[in-house]
């Protein structure tokens, strides 16, 4: 039974590209959330996304920013125009459903940007 | 605003001793606590977890301590050894009604010394 699979694990791009990075979730979870760590930092939230509808993008950056889970294929988190400032690691989460009693998010191996 | 505090920022343990590391949470509005286990260069992996209304829950040599009124939490981890250096991450998971989202404290750097 696979983990939650990221890629691609390290991503370099110079600054004004766009970074795309992909998540596919666990067998059997439908939930999936993206997670910015800066280094030396803490996890941070950035979006939750079940199939086809954004559910809480409060993370998120207003501008440059973007977050999808298609019916098919991987969720997609998409960073237009890169800066320097984007270099950090992107993780992924999955989790079975949203309702109580069920909590566990298994996270991916993550992708990590630099922005040269 | 650091809805989640985290301590120490790091920690030398000798093999064999006790590692603790303690969290303390800012509103009411979580309903799970999770502990992530994250080594260099690879994702946070769940470690333990304790729901509110569970004061203590123990996983072979890992413990978590919960006490709801003084809203703090704390991983214990008896028997320490050097493969549990590594840097772990305390958490607390918003209520579905405000959106599921785990937040984090700035993580603790544990080392083992043999």
């Known amino acids: 039974n696979a983990g939650v699979m990221q890629n691609p694990r390290h991503l370099v791009r110079r600054r004004g590209q766009e970074a795309r990075l992909r998540c596919s979730p666990m067998k059997g979870h439908s939930h999936v959330y993206w997670y910015r760590q800066l280094p030396e930092e803490g996890l941070k939230f950035m979006v939750y996304l079940q199939k086809e509808n954004i559910i809480d993008e409060s993370g998120m950056p207003k501008e440059r920013f973007s977050a999808e889970f298609p019916k098919e294929g991987p969720s997609i988190l998409r960073i237009q125009q890169v800066v320097r400032g984007d270099s950090a690691a992107y993780f992924c989460?999955?989790?079975?459903?949203?309702?109580?009693?069920?909590?566990?998010?298994?996270f991916g191996p993550g992708t990590r940007l630099t922005v040269t | 605003q650091q809805q989640v505090k985290q301590s120490p920022q790091s920690l030398i343990v000798q093999k064999g001793g006790i590692s603790i590391i303690n969290c303390a949470y800012e509103?009411?509005?979580?309903?799970?606590f999770p502990w992530y286990q994250q080594f260099p260069g690879k994702g946070p992996a769940l470690l333990i977890a304790i729901r509110p209304d569970v004061s203590e829950k123990k996983e072979g040599r890992f413990t978590i301590s919960f006490n709801k009124s003084a809203k703090q939490f704390s991983l214990h981890i008896m028997d320490s050894q050097p493969g549990d250096s590594a840097t772990y991450f305390c958490?607390?998971?918003?209520?579905?009604?405000?959106?599921?989202?785990?937040?984090f404290g700035a993580g603790t750097i544990l080392r083992v010394k043999s």
């Open positions: 958490a607390a998971r918003k209520r579905p009604e405000y959106g599921n989202k785990l937040v």
């Open positions: 989460a999955s989790s079975q459903n949203s309702g109580a009693g069920t909590y566990e998010q298994y």
């Open positions: 509103n009411t509005a979580f309903d799970y």
